[in-house]
T-cell receptor, first 112, second 116 residues
């Protein structure tokens, strides 16, 4: 079983739509959680951290459910520029140091 | 700030050849990571250096892969001999000194490797 699992998509949505991505992780010792964004043929970049209380950054809302080992990302009023791959990322504390474990990503395509 | 610099950006080689990928972290960053990204397996950590010392190399696939960091401004990832299954995008990332926050990694643009 993969440590971080995501639906690969693609999710095809029209501009203005609301779209949600889910992610599950297998290691209950995971320390912290993030969503990264990766544009086609580019490097990954941190989008936002995910907190148990839920957090919002503009049109983006992230949620964490530790009991279910489940992470979500909600994008409201989607824009063409939101088209990208969204990577769910878990931070594991491994033998005294931190290690990021990445999901394989969910691809989003926003169309006019 | 030039960001993390990787070279070459693209590499096409034949099976059995030696491949060397290079990375220059951002000045002042003391942690460096090498990752490999494929469609099937996503982004995987290969090796992590802190202050030029390898801390975790458990992700290095096998003896054909080796990595060095001779100084704070340069690292190499070598594959010898290369195989078609090594075809992937290889990313280097670095973290600013003192933050201790692994999520603050700055990724380089990656090296696209194709082994024929």
């Amino acid at each position: 079983r993969k440590e971080v699992e995501q639906d690969p998509g693609p999710f095809n949505v029209p501009e203005g739509a609301t779209v949600a991505f889910n992610c599950t992780y297998s290691n209950s010792a995971s320390q912290s959680f993030f969503w990264y964004r990766q544009d086609c043929r580019k490097e990954p970049k941190l989008l936002m951290s995910v907190y148990s209380s839920g957090n919002e950054d503009g049109r983006f809302t992230a949620q964490l459910n530790r009991a279910s080992q489940y992470i979500s990302l909600l994008i409201r009023d989607s824009k063409l520029s939101d088209s990208a791959t969204y990577l769910c990322v878990v931070n594991l504390m491994n033998t005294g140091f931190q290690k990021l474990v990445f999901g394989t990503g969910t691809r989003l395509l926003v169309s006019p | 700030d030039a960001g993390v610099i990787q070279s070459p950006r693209h590499e096409v080689t034949e099976m059995g050849q030696e491949v060397t990928l290079r990375c220059k972290p951002i000045s002042g960053h003391n942690s460096l990571f090498w990752y490999r990204q494929t469609m099937m397996r996503g982004l995987e950590l290969l090796i992590y250096f802190n202050n030029n010392v390898p801390i975790d190399d458990s992700g290095m696939p096998e003896d054909r892969f080796s990595a060095k960091m001779p100084n704070a401004s340069f690292s190499t990832l070598k594959i010898q001999p290369s195989e078609p299954r090594d075809s992937a995008v290889y990313f280097c990332a670095s973290i600013p000194s003192g933050t201790g926050l692994v999520e603050t990694q700055y990724f380089g643009p990656g090296t696209r490797l194709l082994v024929l």
